[in-house]
T-cell receptor, first 116, second 114 residues
Framework: ETGVTQTPRHLVMGMTNKKSLKCEQH?????MYWYKQSAKKPLELMFV???????ENNSVPSRFSPECPNSSHLFLHLHTLQPEDSALYLC???????????????FGPGTRLTVL | GQQLNQSPQSMFIQEGEDVSMNCTSS?????WLWYKQDPGEGPVLLIA?????ELTSNGRLTAQFGITRKDSFLNISASIPSDVGIYFC??????????????FGKGTKLSVKP
């Protein structure tokens, strides 16, 4: 495997379900990100992890819970979601924190989430 | 908050034509990035710009970092069917060890008539 991988690629869940999204990066990067992509809206940054420490949480509801057990893996735990949470959830990684020059982000293919 | 205005929202062009899209903002950015997203995939970085006035090419793609640091454009020359997709601009502010703030435009959807 190369680059950034995400599983599952598609997920349908009810509002009472608990599920998790998984991201793995094979690039040796030390920063990882969760984004939400909804139709007709810009990409929304949700969480940033740098060296396994959460450094940013952009006012995301508590029904989204991230976990970064090591620098290669990032999870997004989901519980009691709402239909408006349906979107494409993208994971990305970079070498170093975002503000430094040339720290470009590499994105995974995303998980298409549908909440019924 | 910071916002990027990306235009046009969508465009249909004839194969072989040149394409131009741009992003503008009232805020200053230190870095401009251009991504392409194919259906069912995540965005892929096309071009990164780090200096005001910088003009950078990647094959048939050319992008420029505006002198005012508030805008950027992307040109695609001699478009082909595989250019279809959504193109996003992104501006990065901050620096000097801070996390910075990466803001994305809403995207330009490109469709090519064969």
């Amino acid at each position: 495997e190369t680059g950034v991988t995400q599983t599952p690629r598609h997920l349908v869940m009810g509002m009472t379900n608990k599920k998790s999204l998984k991201c793995e990066q094979h690039l040796g990067h030390n920063a990882m990100y969760w984004y939400k992509q909804s139709a007709k809206k810009p990409l929304e940054l949700m969480f940033v992890y740098s060296l396994e420490e959460r450094v940013e949480n952009n006012s995301v509801p508590s029904r989204f819970s991230p976990e970064c057990p090591n620098s290669s893996h990032l999870f997004l735990h989901l519980h009691t979601l709402q239909p408006e949470d349906s979107a494409l959830y993208l994971c990305a990684s970079s070498q170093g924190r975002l503000a430094a020059s040339h720290n470009e982000q590499f994105f995974g293919p995303g998980t298409r989430l549908t909440v019924l | 908050g910071q916002q990027l205005n990306q235009s046009p929202q969508s465009m249909f062009i004839q194969e072989g034509e040149d394409v131009s899209m741009n992003c503008t903002s009232s805020s200053i950015f230190n870095t401009w990035l251009w991504y392409k997203q194919d259906p069912g995939e995540g965005p892929v970085l096309l071009i990164a710009l780090y200096k005001a006035g910088e003009l950078t090419s990647n094959g048939r793609l050319t992008a420029q970092f505006g002198i005012t640091r508030k805008d950027s454009f992307l040109n695609i020359s001699a478009s082909i069917p595989s250019d279809v997709g959504i193109y996003f601009c992104a501006g990065l502010s901050g620096g000097g060890g801070s996390q910075g703030n990466l803001i994305f435009g809403k995207g330009t959807k490109l469709s090519v008539k064969p």
